[in-house]
T-cell receptor, first 112, second 113 residues
Framework: GDSVTQMEGPVTLSEEAFLTINCTYTATGYPSLFWYVQYPGEGLQLLLKATKADDKGSNKGFEATYRKETTSFHLEKGSVQVSDSAVYFC???????????FGKGTKLSVIP | EADIYQTPRYLVIGTGKKITLECSQTMGHDKMYWYQQDPGMELHLIHY???????EKGDLSSESTVSRIRTEHFPLTLESARPSHTSQYLC????????????FGPGTRLLVL
């Protein structure tokens, strides 16, 4: 079945540091890939998505590229802010599926 | 911004009580979902519905039940709450097509004493 593996946290960075959160997946066919963010006390919000190989999703300075050859969708941001402190989830929706398969989440803390 | 609502946001109740967690969306989405999120953050799908009068159990076994009488409304009920039900419950919905984005509500944080 489909699965998502993302790097375990927690991750602590200083403000303005570079962020990478690794995400790899296993799926048949061509899944859609997502990054969701969960701020403290809230539900999940879509951060970015990509629906086909080599697509780059981007939003709020975050970006991720759909790499089919390495089955990866790593999240990056060049300069993190304290307000980026949250839990980040990588997810996929398999070909023809309505459901999401989530990674276990990575907690990011950004300190001033 | 997604128009999906959950009430209550926080609930503290005693063991044995019956509770209903409300979820509603104004986007006309056919597909709705309930997730349970444990303290370690991991999300588990417990129920889903692909339309009115359609409900299915998810990957994680749950003692809760759901109903889908109206498109916009997908309530979750626990007949007799127990401390093991303490968790955060997240409701989500998505559009008709496959592989579409799911939109999440703010969640209900439940504590059973």
């Amino acid at each position: 079945g489909d699965s998502v593996t993302q790097m375990e946290g927690p991750v602590t960075l200083s403000e303005e540091a570079f962020l990478t959160i690794n995400c790899t997946y296993t799926a048949t066919g061509y899944p859609s890939l997502f990054w969701y963010v969960q701020y403290p006390g809230e539900g999940l919000q879509l951060l970015l998505k990509a629906t086909k190989a080599d697509d780059k999703g981007s939003n709020k300075g975050f970006e991720a590229t759909y790499r089919k050859e390495t089955t990866s969708f790593h999240l990056e941001k060049g300069s993190v802010q304290v307000s980026d402190s949250a839990v980040y989830f990588c997810a996929l929706s398999g070909a023809g599926s309505y459901q999401l398969t989530f990674g276990k989440g990575t907690k990011l803390s950004v300190i001033p | 911004e997604a128009d999906i609502y959950q009430t209550p946001r926080y609930l503290v109740i005693g063991t044995g009580k019956k509770i209903t967690l409300e979820c509603s969306q104004t986007m006309g989405h056919d597909k709705m979902y309930w997730y349970q999120q444990d303290p370690g953050m991991e999300l588990h799908l417990i129920h889903y519905s692909y339309g009115v009068n359609s409900t299915e159990k998810g990957d994680l076994s749950s003692e809760s039940t759901v109903s889908r009488i109206r498109t916009e409304h997908f309530p979750l009920t626990l007949e007799s709450a127990r401390p093991s039900h303490t968790s955060q419950y997240l409701c989500a919905s998505n559009e008709r097509g496959s592989q579409e984005t799911q939109y999440f509500g703010p969640g209900t944080r439940l504590l059973v004493l």
